[in-house]
């Protein structure tokens, strides 16, 4: 079993870090790396193989929808709600609220002139990523 507070360090450093890296064109390092250190982790918190595997491969189509520019602001906040869904198979806390308030409010702040200089992207990619993954780490820490 890891222990909570290994969880709580490493997840959302590993979220922050490989979420940032897949808006540099490391796409594969946001769809399907982060979602396998999301499945060995639940792996190790003692998660049934099949309901960590099927939360990582949610985690995966859900890493894989675009939010670029072209996407109006309705759909962006879509994939927020998107991003906090694969983790309900394992329950429910307070940060699958917040998960997609977080993301669209960055979102908005880092497009918005005052305060684009700074929210930059950058930011915003990488405190998503340590939200979902304090999320999970949340749930799988019980």
């Keep these: 079993m890891v222990d909570k507070e290994v969880l709580y360090c490493i997840l959302p450093a590993l979220g922050w870090f490989l979420f940032s890296l897949g808006g540099l064109s490391i796409k594969w390092a946001r769809r399907y790396?982060?979602?396998?250190?999301?499945?060995?982790?639940?792996?190790a918190c003692g998660i049934l193989w099949w309901k960590a595997l099927l939360v990582s491969l949610l985690y995966v189509g859900v890493f894989?929808?675009?939010y670029g520019e072209s996407k109006p602001y309705w759909y962006k906040a879509l994939?927020?709600?998107f991003f906090a869904l694969p983790s309900l198979l394992l329950g429910f806390c307070a940060w699958q609220i917040a998960i997609p308030i977080w993301w669209i409010t960055m979102f908005a702040l880092s497009n918005w002139k005052p305060t684009s200089k700074i929210i930059v992207w950058?930011?915003?990619?990488g405190s998503i990523g340590a939200v979902i993954a304090f999320n999970l780490a949340t749930l799988i820490g019980k």
């Design 79 to 81: 994939v927020g709600v």
């Design 64 to 66: 894989s929808l675009g």
């Design 33 to 43: 790396l982060l979602p396998f250190f999301f499945l060995l982790f639940q792996l």
């Design 122 to 125: 950058k930011f915003v990619e």
